[in-house]
């Protein structure tokens, strides 16, 4: 009867949330831990924490999937209390971020340093949109297009295609330019190239590398309307508010915004270094011309200007948007 009472027991330990001690935080992330954003943003984050307060407060990190290996249920998992932090890639349910998505409108930032300093002029909006508290919030750099078929370098190229894009927001930049714009998670969009499910992937240069997408990619076009995807690192409500008043200190002071230029600065970096593994392996590069780029722009246009005009959290996208520009 003990053993058996003592196997119960343990099984309901098992089913807590991970967070049962506040001393230990847990924080999950989809990607594997080789992962350069696990060397920039996690790890030091948790570097920080312990150091902050003494050795009392420390993070578990568990990569891989190993709470849950779906990208876009990395919110829910921390709002269930499965993860207490988790990395989230707001633009896989980019209606319920709105704010966060007008990043990637085009116009706002050239590179993801400045993409991440556009998201922190908006911080203040940006974290009303998460039941959680906001650690770390940075941006990547505006899109490239990946094709295997088709080269494009004019705007009838794009003519029917299917482009994959990152965000729910940035469909409606690939129809304006008469494609097809589909959202899916970049764990599978290397694969959904090699067998056609897609035409084009629209995508930050960034993850040339970290996802192989110069094997099935044979053309990059190095323009595509957009600016950069946003990221954050968040924190369970519940259990910041079980904190004691000095934990939630430390938490915060490990989270400053060192953590998130750190993870902007990594973008940047890998971006340059997509392109030269493309170049590399013999992808072929296409600059669009100004004109070109230009005709690309007056079709966006239209779309603009009604983005800006829509309504969100109060205020309007173009209100949003100026205030990433630092208008």
């Known amino acids: 009867m003990m053993k058996h009472t003592a196997l119960i027991a343990g099984a309901a330990l098992a089913l807590m949330p991970l967070a049962s001690q506040a001393e230990e935080l847990s924080l999950a992330y989809w ?37 849950n290996g779906s990208p876009p249920a990395q919110y829910g998992i921390m709002l269930d209390g499965v993860a207490d932090i988790a990395f989230v890639i707001p633009g896989y349910t980019g209606d319920v971020f709105p704010m966060t998505g007008v990043i990637t409108y085009p116009g706002i930032c050239e590179n993801a340093t400045a993409c991440t300093e556009s998201l922190w002029r908006a911080r203040d909006l940006i974290e009303t949109e998460y039941d959680a508290v906001l650690l770390a919030l940075w941006g990547n750099n ?22 994959r894009v990152t965000s729910t927001q940035d469909v409606a930049f690939a129809d304006a330019l008469g494609a097809s714009g589909v959202t899916q998670p970049v764990n599978v969009i290397n694969q959904n190239l090699t067998n056609g499910v897609v035409d084009a992937i629209a995508i930050g240069p960034s993850a040339i590398g970290s996802f192989n997408l110069h094997e099935p990619g044979n ?21 910041f508010d079980s904190l004691s008043e000095e934990q939630q200190g430390w938490v915060l002071e490990a989270a400053d915004r060192s953590i998130s230029e750190a993870g902007g600065a990594f973008y940047d970096r890998a971006a340059a270094r997509g392109l030269e593994i493309a170049r590399e392996a013999g992808v072929e590069i296409i600059d669009l011309t100004p004109e070109e780029r230009a005709r690309w722009d007056e079709m966006m246009a239209p779309l603009m200007e009604e983005l800006r005009a829509q309504e969100m959290g109060g205020t309007t996208a173009g209100a949003v948007m100026d205030i990433m520009i630092g208008e």
């Open 31 to 67: 990607m594997g831990p080789g992962h350069p954003m696990n060397a920039a943003v996690f790890t030091p984050f948790a570097e920080n924490l312990a150091e902050v307060s003494g050795g009392e407060m420390t993070v578990e990190l568990f990569p891989g999937g190993a709470l």
């Open 142 to 163: 505006p899109p490239v297009l990946i094709t295997r078929d088709t080269p494009v370098r004019t705007l009838e190229d794009l003519e029917g295609m299917v482009i």
């Open 219 to 239: 053309y990059i076009t190095t323009y595509f309307p957009g600016s950069g995807s946003a990221f954050v690192l968040l924190l369970n409500r519940d259990v």
